[in-house]
């Protein structure tokens, strides 16, 4: 699969950096959240998004 990173706001980002805090916490190790999006053209992303209807 191809992959590109998600086109996220400031907010986005701020939410996903306190969720990594939380996980973090919880985990007891520094855990890093990546946003990332399958390439529309990429015939396996097609699959994938219809296998989860």
Request: hydrophobic fraction near 30%; charged fraction near 25%.
């Amino acid at each position: 699969m191809k992959y590109t990173p998600a086109a996220l706001t400031d907010e986005h980002i701020h939410q996903l950096k306190e969720i990594e805090q939380h996980l973090s916490a919880a985990a007891g190790e520094e855990l890093i959240l990546v946003a990332y999006t399958g390439q529309p053209n990429d015939p396996e992303h097609s699959d994938s998004r219809r296998n989860h209807r």
